[in-house]
């Protein structure tokens, strides 16, 4: 995945953790992936191992959701921890289509986004090779939106069917748990998407006229459908695009940082942001909690 060599770094409680680390990715307050290769967790403001992937493998992305750890690859690998550490999920080798996988830039693609559905069943996003979906936790997979796409998100909504991505030509939304998508662009004055995030009724994404960031922008819209509307207010320029993992939403509280590093809070949904910190170093992933 294509983010700053620099090293994030994830604050809290007035001071800094994991200090000097790597922050490759987190999954909510509690969830770290470091150096590409060691996922740690936090329980009350202690850090932990909790496993590290095999030798020669780098991770990307981290999802966590019923008690199963995943991570996602460079290379379009996935992982899972079991009682031996972190091991290749059974059948994503084999997944239908993997042989026309490919990078706009010619090389290996990635796996860039991982949710698991109110259903339980697990969407990984490829890049660039689409959405695949699983129903038997990874033994087999169905391919669900054309591997062309493009998508850089997904995102499933909890306690709801609904699952939203965000791609290169437009947000795409799934009424039936992934199993099919509709495509949207109504109000967006560019189409290419590369961060989505659900904030109670309403969706948030990240739009720009391409992978250079030109013109970027966030938009808002119900999640139940309708035209996208630009937020301004309480935004500076964004200085290019907003990438996977830098939009996060809990309740009606939002959360951007940009490439600047300065951190942005929405408290009214994403209709209106405030800067709440800024000279941070350059950003990896954000967690958000209305806690």
């Not at 989505?196 to 013109?215: C, H, K, L, M």
Request: proline residues 5%; charged residues 20%.
């Amino acid at each position: 995945m294509a983010h700053d060599a620099a090293t994030a770094r994830v604050k809290g409680a007035g001071r800094v953790h994991l200090d000097g680390r790597d922050v490759t990715a987190v999954h909510g307050l509690g969830w770290a992936l470091l150096d590409g290769r060691e996922v740690v967790h936090c329980e009350h403001g202690r850090w932990a191992p909790y496993g590290e992937v095999p030798a020669g493998v780098r991770a990307a992305s981290l999802e966590v959701a019923a008690h199963e750890v995943f991570l996602g690859t460079e290379g379009a690998g996935l992982l899972r921890r079991d009682d031996q550490g972190f091991a290749p999920v059974a059948g994503f080798d084999g997944a239908p289509d993997r042989d026309e996988w490919y990078t706009p830039w010619g090389g290996p693609p990635d796996t860039r986004s991982l949710t698991v559905t109110d259903e339980g069943a697990l969407l990984v996003n490829v890049h660039v090779g689409g959405i695949l979906r699983s129903e038997d936790d990874g033994r087999s997979w169905e391919p669900t939106i054309d591997l062309h796409v493009d998508v850089h998100q997904v995102a499933a909504v909890p306690g709801t069917p609904t699952v939203v991505a965000a791609t290169g030509t437009g947000f795409a939304t799934s009424w039936d748990d992934g199993r099919t998508w509709a495509m949207d662009d109504e109000g967006l004055h560019a189409s290419y998407l590369r961060a989505v995030a659900v904030a109670g009724d309403a969706v948030v994404v990240s739009a720009s006229r391409g992978p250079g960031g030109g013109d970027p922008a966030l938009y808002r819209r119900p999640l139940a459908g309708g035209a996208f509307e630009r937020i301004g207010a309480g935004l500076p320029d964004l200085g290019g695009n907003v990438d996977t993992g830098w939009l996060m939403a809990d309740g009606d509280q939002v959360a951007v940082v940009l490439t600047a590093g300065s951190l942005h809070r929405s408290d009214d949904g994403g209709r209106t942001f405030a800067c709440v910190a800024d000279g941070l170093p350059a950003p990896r992933w954000l967690a958000c909690s209305a806690a």
